[in-house]
């Protein structure tokens, strides 16, 4: 039998992370448009509405009952506006690692909504799933997606030489593929109990926010 993650929604002071929805497919277009989500994901361009209602209704969903992660829409507390969006994939339940990638909407940047995701959803993978890894994978040239994982106590573990292809903007206005690195990240439960620490049971939600590679 396949293991999988519940059909869940979760909270913090200003978010919450919860299953993507019809309504949400107007805004998820237009986040998916921006310049730094086409440069660092491998999401297509144009994004069209087609593609985001595929995602959220029916891969999305797929991904959880198929075991192989969970995708989370990630709105405001307040107003119910799609900020990001939080994706836990390539699930290893014999392990019970997994890794996340994340993207966050233009308008959402530089209020530190990137490490609030982030980290409601390791809290919740690593002491509601009882999870002893979570990794994440940034390009060598993304220092935005970097800041975040130093934010949230990540490790840093090495690097996966030319392995990843971004994507640039010519000077006619267009893109094209550039390689690059990947630099590794781990978190682990531990690492998650000194950061909270060190915050005296808060966080320093910081003016950080980037798409982070692996989005599919």
């Known amino acids: ?31 998916m448009n921006d310049e730094l989500i086409t440069a660092w994901t491998t999401a297509p361009h144009p994004y069209t509405t087609a593609h985001a209602r595929d995602w959220a209704l029916r891969r999305a969903p797929g991904e959880r009952t198929s075991g192989s992660g969970i995708v989370f829409a990630v709105t405001e507390f307040l107003t119910s506006r799609l900020v990001g969006s939080v994706y836990l994939h390539n699930t290893d339940w014999h392990t019970l690692c997994a890794e996340i990638s994340y993207v966050t909407a233009p308008w959402a940047r530089g209020e530190g909504y990137a490490c609030e995701s982030v980290l409601a959803a390791a809290e919740w993978l690593f002491h509601d799933q009882k999870f002893e890894r979570l990794e994440l994978r940034t390009a ?4 935005a997606a970097q800041q975040v994982a130093q934010k949230i106590g990540c490790i840093s573990e090495g690097v996966l030489r030319n392995a990843w292809i971004a994507r640039s903007r010519t000077e006619d206005g267009g893109w094209t593929d550039i390689r690059t690195d990947l630099i590794v990240w781990s978190l682990l439960p531990e690492d998650l109990d000194e950061v909270r620490e060190q915050h005296n049971g808060g966080y320093d939600y910081s003016d950080y926010a980037a798409a982070l590679p692996d989005w599919r």
């Open 140 to 143: 060598a040239d993304n220092t």
């Open 1 to 31: 039998m396949t293991s999988t993650f519940p059909d869940i929604s979760i909270s913090t002071d200003r978010l919450v992370l919860r299953p993507f929805e019809a309504g949400d497919v107007p805004a998820l277009a237009e986040m």
